[in-house]
């Protein structure tokens, strides 16, 4: 995949393409290839100019109007990702499935056009290039939430049920999840598979292979090994693991960079967890709303809450308001059961599989595994 994004611009009004034009002039990692005025011609020049990505306005006028021209290209079965431009007064939400990969609304600043071209032309590499696989990463944008703890039973959950599965350990400066398993520091992480050609035989000796039953690719050992690790090393990393597991479970740091962007952008559903607390519920909101800024669909973030039995005071409608929505998932505290396992390295859903919050993680899981099974059944 080049580093240059190939870029094909459909609007009918000359401010807004000279502004994009002008936006553009001075980013050598986006080629304009041309900016056309008649959607009727734009299945014909993705042909004959083959784009990465097409920027669509919502509003163009003509025979083929800017929603319709959408569907058009999705049906055509192009393979080539559309954002869609358009204003507050008229929203569109991102829907991949229709084949709306991403929107951008006006006023934009070129920092926000280019990350969205980047962002979107990065996912439908990825899609392209992988699997069946289901990938789920869980995140939050507080720390101190049990991600970690929840990643790893969960992925095991998950194994439970059949489903060959592949837990990363995305926090590539600390490894919560070579400390969570008490894994030796000598043990292979990402960093030792090869840069160029990966092959499935090179994960063999890099693998943790957890008694539970599940695998598990660590992060470096030390903090300043996190530097080495690059989005593209990550994207063939990703890409191997889809074709050769049924689920991919990530637990991410809390933190927006661009390797946690590259696993959110990758993911095919972004378990954030949320919990009873003020500050993590702030931290929520605000992701929400870089999440629409960014073009995630709705579909794409679920929420759980741990510690659900844990309020503080909050009352859960105060929690939904500020979601917008009811959270998905809902995982109790398992006191003891959740400490002791830790520090046994162990997971609590083997541990104690008739606990409560072990019978709630499963629920979790077995609900993940069904939206796996009916997207595949729509592929």
């Known amino acids: 995949m080049s580093d240059q994004i190939r870029l094909l611009v459909?609007?009918?009004?000359?401010?807004?393409?000279?502004?994009?034009?002008?936006?553009?002039?001075?980013?050598?990692?986006?080629?304009?290839?041309?900016?056309?005025?008649?959607?009727?011609?734009?299945?014909?020049?993705?042909?004959?100019?083959?784009?990465?990505?097409?920027?669509?306005?919502?509003?163009?006028?003509?025979?083929?109007?800017?929603?319709?021209?959408?569907?058009?290209?999705?049906?055509?079965?192009?393979?080539?990702?559309?954002?869609?431009?358009?204003?507050?007064?008229?929203?569109?939400?991102?829907?991949?499935?229709?084949?709306?990969?991403?929107?951008?609304?006006?006023?934009?600043?070129?920092?926000?056009?280019?990350?969205?071209?980047?962002?979107?032309?990065?996912?439908?590499?990825?899609?392209?290039?992988?699997?069946?696989?289901?990938?789920?990463?869980?995140?939050?944008?507080?720390?101190?939430?049990?991600?970690?703890?929840?990643?790893?039973?969960?992925?095991?959950?998950?194994?439970?049920?059949?489903?060959?599965?592949?837990?990363?350990?995305?926090?590539?400066?600390?490894?919560?999840?070579?400390?969570?398993?008490?894994?030796?520091?000598?043990?292979?992480?990402?960093?030792?598979?090869?840069?160029?050609?990966?092959?499935?035989?090179?994960?063999?000796?890099?693998?943790?292979?957890?008694?539970?039953?599940?695998?598990?690719?660590?992060?470096?050992?030390?903090?300043?090994?996190?530097?080495?690790?690059?989005?593209?090393?990550?994207?063939k990393v990703l890409s191997l693991l889809r074709r050769v597991y049924e689920f991919v479970i990530v637990d991410t740091p809390a933190v927006v960079n661009d390797v946690n962007l590259a696993f959110l952008d990758a993911s095919d559903t972004i378990l954030e967890v949320v919990t009873f607390d003020s500050t993590t519920i702030h931290s929520t909101m605000v992701m929400a709303d870089a999440f629409r800024m960014i073009g995630y669909p709705p579909a794409k973030v679920r929420y759980i809450v741990n510690r659900a039995d844990s309020q503080g005071g909050i009352d859960p409608e105060t929690l939904q308001r500020a979601l917008g929505r009811k959270p998905e998932h809902y995982v109790g505290s398992g006191g003891a059961l959740v400490v002791n396992a830790n520090n046994e390295g162990i997971p609590f859903v083997l541990a104690d599989p008739t606990a409560a919050i072990s019978q709630d993680v499963m629920r979790t899981a077995g609900e993940l595994v069904g939206r796996g099974a009916a997207a595949a059944s729509r592929r």
Do not use: C
């Open 10 to 235: 459909v609007e009918d009004v000359s401010q807004v393409a000279q502004y994009i034009r002008g936006l553009l002039n001075s980013q050598s990692s986006i080629k304009l290839l041309d900016v056309v005025t008649d959607g009727s011609r734009v299945l014909k020049l993705i042909s004959e100019l083959r784009p990465d990505v097409v920027l669509v306005d919502a509003l163009l006028q003509g025979r083929v109007k800017g929603m319709a021209l959408v569907e058009h290209i999705h049906k055509a079965d192009s393979r080539v990702p559309v954002i869609v431009l358009t204003v507050p007064q008229q929203p569109v939400v991102a829907s991949p499935e229709h084949g709306i990969h991403g929107v951008l609304s006006m006023p934009f600043t070129g920092y926000e056009l280019v990350t969205r071209l980047q962002a979107v032309r990065q996912a439908a590499a990825t899609a392209e290039h992988t699997g069946t696989a289901r990938m789920v990463t869980l995140f939050a944008p507080k720390g101190g939430v049990g991600k970690t703890t929840l990643a790893f039973n969960l992925a095991v959950a998950i194994g439970q049920l059949g489903q060959r599965t592949v837990l990363i350990d995305g926090s590539l400066q600390f490894g919560d999840m070579r400390a969570l398993l008490k894994v030796p520091l000598e043990t292979p992480s990402l960093l030792d598979l090869p840069t160029d050609r990966i092959q499935e035989s090179d994960l063999q000796d890099v693998l943790w292979r957890d008694p539970s039953g599940i695998d598990i690719l660590l992060a470096p050992p030390r903090v300043e090994m996190a530097e080495m690790v690059t989005v593209r090393d990550l994207e």
